[in-house]
Every structure is written in C-alpha cells, then in structure tokens.
C-alpha cells in the first residue's frame, strides 16, 4: 500500500491507497513507517507525565496500565505560576469531522500529529506545557473488513501500531468475555429452574464477538438434547456494540463499572417485570473480568507524545468515544488533551457532546473539523475517479456538509471551532481558498495540515490556530463568552429528545417512530427510565438516515425502526434506518492482504 501525503485513515481503502505515480519520491506504507520507528522505553514516556515506574503497570516495553487512583491522588498538571499546588485541570481539545466518505478525512491521524504539533510549538516556545492525545481502542472487525486500523497513519501513528491494531491489552476480549458470562448466566439460569420466571421469548441480551461476521446476527440457540440447554431465538453484536463496552467507556471508578453492570436489563419474565443482571448476582463477576482492562493504556506517539488509547464503543451504532476514565487521566496529567469523537460530527461530536460530557461533566475548550477537499467534492456529487481533478463546482455543492457541522458546534453547543484541512498535493490553490472563504465567513479559522507526510512540523500551523483560539477564550470576560451547553433536556420525552437531535443536529423535518419502536418507548416509560441521553444509531455516510443523500439534504425524515434500553450505560439506544448492530465483511476485506512471515514480521496491515 502506498499512500499520498496525508493520507485519510477513517474510511474505506477505495480510494486512498493510491500508487507511487499520484506522488513524487514514493513515500513508505503506514506499517514500515510504524515498523521503523524507534520507540522509547515506557517508563520513559510516563516519566514526560510525572508518572513514576511504580505507578504504571508495564505490558512489556512500550505498553503499560496505569491505575487511575495514583494519577488522581497526585496535583494537576498547573499551568506556570497559577494555581498554586492545587494545579488545574488541562484543556481539552475535541477533534471530529465531516461525514465519512471513500475519499477519507484522516480524523485519528490529525488529532495525532496535533498533539505532537502542539508538544513541538510549546518546545520551540518553551513554555514547560504537554500535549497528550485520548483515543479510542482499534475493533477487529474494521481492522480485517474494510476500515482498517485506528492507529493514525503515516508519520502520524500511535505505537506500537501492530499490537494496537490487534490484541493490544486484551481490554476488548475482557469485555467480550464479561458479555458472554452474563449471557451464559441467563441460559443457566432458565435451564436450572428458572427462578426468576424468565421469559425465553423475552431474552434481550446476546452475545457479542469482536468481528464482522454477519451469519451470527440471528441464530437459534440451544438446538440439540435436554440437556443442551432452552432453544430460543438468539444472535450475536459486534463487541465494540455491547451495553457492556459503553458502561466501560462511561463507568467513573471500579464501584461504579460494578453498579451499572448490575443495572443492565437483560430481560423480562413471563409477568412482564424486568431481570436485570444483579437479579442474577451476575455483575460481581463481571466486574472482576474487567478489573484491570479499565485501567487506561499508556503508548506513544511516533514523536514521543504519550499516548492513552482506552475502550472503543462504535460511533454510527453507539457513543464513539474513549473512556472518561482516559480523558480525565489524561486531562489531569497534560495541559493540553486531543481527543477524538467517531464519525462525522452528527454523530461522534454530537453523542460526545450530550452523553459523555453530560455524564462525566466535561466541558471541550475547542473543537476541531477535519475535511479533505476531496471528501467535499464528493459530497458535492463528484464521481471517486475524479476527485483528484480541480472541480470548484462539486466543491461548492459539497461544502454545506462542511458548514452545517460548523453550525452545530458553533450554535447548538457554542464551541469555538477551528476546521483543518488535511492536505494532497492534488488540492489546488483555487479550491483551498473557496473553503477558507467559506469558513471565514462563518467566522472560523481554516489551517492546512500535512501531518502524514511530516508528523508534528505538518501540524504546526493547525497547532497554532487551536492555541490561538484557547488564547482568545482565556482572554475573554465571563460576561463575553458563551457556556457549553447541550441540544436537549434529559427530562424531555423521548420521542422529543429524538426530534430535537433530528431537527438540530441533522437537520431533519421530523421524525418518524414505527409502531414496533412505540411499544418499547411505552415499556421503557413504565420502568420510569426515559430521562436519560438517546444514542442514535444511524449510518455515518449522510446527516440523514439515508447513506446516498450526501451533502447538507432537507426535506427529509428520520425513520426510528428500534428503541431498547441501556439501563446500565444510562441511555437510550434509537435505531435509525438500516443501521446494524453486527456488520458484515465486505467482498474483498482487509484481511486477504494481512499476513506475516517467518520471522514474525506483519505486513498489509493498515
């Protein structure tokens, strides 16, 4: 695989994988990149944090655990000359993105070659103040499908970028064996006595595996003798879909992970009363599955810039983001926090935003978009084949999507907003400044960023901007400056709360809720717990349901087909459209061109 300067990492290989001839001086794939880097000893890069050898866990020489309790029991990180020993809180700087297309947008790579963009510009300026980046832990569904990794790209990656990629700490198969557990749990239970008097027919967990395997969505389970159990339909998610992924991500402490495990409903018995997974006495053991995955996972950054990469619930069918227990460890030990939310910013940015921050009381200090021209003129109705040709036209069609995200973040949650263009040497200067005008006049700056091709020193002028707009916000009156907020109340209805994020944030007329989704909003209702954040799951492709209405589309309705519960998560799970909780491989995945050799050496990885 070679790849063009800067090159998108966050979409489909359609169209980035491009051959030597789109480029002079063929650069080396992300894998050799990756695989030539020097790595500095961990305790090297928690030293850069204050951390000491005793205070991480090593998971051989450049992975390591770090136990939340030794980070919170230490001062902030101050800023120089504030604060007093009290230290105060880093910045956090929320990276997300226009809506995904083949063309790529290159979001995880940006915010990687930010934070080392932002560690260079302090160096040069010497101000003692740390970047560290946030991130979400790779799937191995879109690591063999189509995706491929979430290690960045180029000389913009998080390493060691193989072990990433693949079984990393082993924190995903802990989840997929506490979901597993729990659903063997249900099945034990009903086959010895059941009793609890659960309805088979009422089962609603299943079981997950952390692969695109779409032969295991709906299956019939406990086929065979007496003995072999209750036959009942059954089914399998994807793990990164799993309740208990998302109470991973969001869960404050060991007490607390324990109490919304507990929480979860797992089915209702032959009365119609709910079974949750304490009923079971199921969340004890769960628990100690998880009890050292939940500790956050310090790496580093090609550069140096350590690195927390920790949990990784689906954006386009669940919350999209790290663990909070990452960002506030991060948050805590850095002045600066890059974080990224999943997708494009209608779902990513919008879920961080009212689920994650209304939970763990966060607040961003700025937002960034990522864009590639490319992606916009397509957007604009560019065909794949021509998008490396100057096309002001589609580009102009194309920008709305851009400028609808911008409005969002701006009007609905009043975040600062900084767009970063991820550069090709195809871009012409006639279609970079159209999108700075654009921009400019929804009063947003727009940075070119090269940080593929040159790691951090690509990312400078991106770094700038971002600290330029910090600054500004710094320099405010209270009086002057907007409050981050969030697009709806918790105690609206559900259905309002779905009609809120569809008008607001998608741009939607209304809303359209089947009369199966009816029933279970009654249901859930009756339990008394609809006051809490939706989580709707929608293709990433479009702001509507509708993968093909690319761009900024009106007229349009969005079709809930699907509601259920995360009682232990705390949300509300909305269905939209098409949207699957197990993907399938493509035709072609990735996984044909991986391999390795005798030595040990992995290749097509990406």
């Known amino acids: 695989m070679t790849v ?69 029991n230490k001062p902030a990180k ?25 063309a790529g947008e290159g979001k995880t790579t940006v915010t990687i070659g930010l934070a080392d963009a932002i560690n260079r510009v302090q160096q040069q300026q010497n101000t003692g103040k740390r970047a560290i980046v946030a991130l979400r832990e790779p799937s191995l569904g879109p690591v063999f499908g189509i995706k491929g990794g979430a290690a960045g790209g180029g000389y913009a990656q998080v390493l060691p970028m193989e072990d990433i990629n693949l079984h990393f700490t082993g924190d995903f198969h802990a989840i997929s064996a506490a979901n597993n557990l729990l659903a063997a749990m249900i099945d034990n239970h009903i086959y010895q006595g059941n009793e609890l008097d659960i309805d088979p027919k009422q089962v609603l967990w299943r079981h997950v595996v952390d692969m695109n395997d779409r032969q295991l969505r709906n299956i019939i389970s406990g086929m065979g003798k007496s003995s072999d159990g209750v036959m009942r339909e059954d089914g399998f998610d994807i793990t990164v879909a799993s309740e208990v992924m998302a109470i991973f991500c969001l869960a404050t402490d060991l007490a607390d992970l324990k109490q919304r495990l507990g929480n979860i409903l797992v089915a209702y018995n032959k009365d119609k009363q709910p079974i949750y997974a304490k009923d ?14 939940i500790k956050p996972n310090l790496v580093q950054t090609i550069e ?29 030990l850095a002045d600066y926090t890059l974080t990224e939310a999943g997708f494009g910013a209608d779902l990513g940015a919008q879920k961080f935003c009212d689920i994650k921050c209304r939970m763990a009381g966060l607040t961003p200090n700025v937002a960034v978009i990522v864009a590639t021209i490319r992606a916009l003129k397509y957007n604009g109705g ?92 710094d320099s405010k009156p209270d009086a002057a400056s907007k409050p981050f907020q969030l697009s709806y109340d918790n105690e609206d209805s559900i259905a309002d709360k779905i009609r809120t994020v569809a008008q607001r944030i998608y741009g939607a007329d209304d809303i359209d809720i089947s009369s199966f989704a009816q029933s ?82 992995i290749t097509g990885l990406f």
């Not at 080396?28 to 928690?46: E, G, K, R, Y």
């Open 520 to 601: 279970k909003i009654r249901r859930i209702e009756a339990l008394k717990l609809d006051k809490v954040p939706i989580c709707i799951a929608k293709t990433q492709y479009s702001l509507s349901d509708n993968p093909k209405l690319l761009g900024r589309p009106t007229g349009f309705t969005i079709h809930v087909r699907d509601v259920s519960l995360s009682a232990g998560a705390g949300f509300i799970v909305v269905i939209c459209g098409a949207i699957m909780k197990m993907p399938g491989l493509p035709k072609v995945p990735a996984a044909n061109q991986i391999d390795v050799d005798d030595e040990g050496n």
């Open 4 to 72: 063009p300067n800067n090159a998108p990492k966050d979409s489909s290989n359609s169209i980035c994988n491009e051959t030597p001839n789109d480029i002079p001086n063929a650069v080396p794939n992300d894998i050799s990149i990756a695989q030539n880097a020097t790595l500095q000893p961990i305790t090297a890069i928690a030293q850069k944090l204050g951390l000491l050898p005793e205070q991480i866990e090593p998971y051989g020489h450049y992975k390591a655990k770090i136990n939340p309790a030794d980070v919170f």
């Open 78 to 102: 101050s800023e120089p000359g504030k604060d007093g020993n009290q230290g105060k809180q880093g910045k956090l700087i929320l990276v997300t993105a226009i809506n995904p297309t083949p």
């Open 280 to 293: 079971l006495q199921a969340h004890g053991a769960m628990t100690a599955l998880l009890k050292d995955a």
């Open 304 to 332: 140096g810039t350590p690195a927390i990469v920790h949990g990784g619930p689906f954006a386009n069918i669940a919350h999209g983001c790290n663990s909070v227990i990452a960002t506030k460890v991060a948050l805590h």
């Open 382 to 473: 560019l065909a794949k084949n021509k998008l490396k040709d100057e096309d002001l036209t589609a580009l102009e069609k194309g920008l709305p999507n851009l400028i609808k995200h911008i409005e969002n973040l701006q009007n609905v949650y009043n975040l600062p907003v900084v767009v970063a263009i991820n550069q090709f040497v195809s871009d012409t200067e006639a279609e970079i400044a159209m999108v700075r005008q654009a921009c400019l006049e929804q009063g947003v700056e727009v940075a070119l960023t090269q940080v593929w091709e040159k790691g951090g020193k690509g990312g400078e002028a991106l770094a700038n901007a971002v600290l330029n707009v910090l600054e500004q916000n």
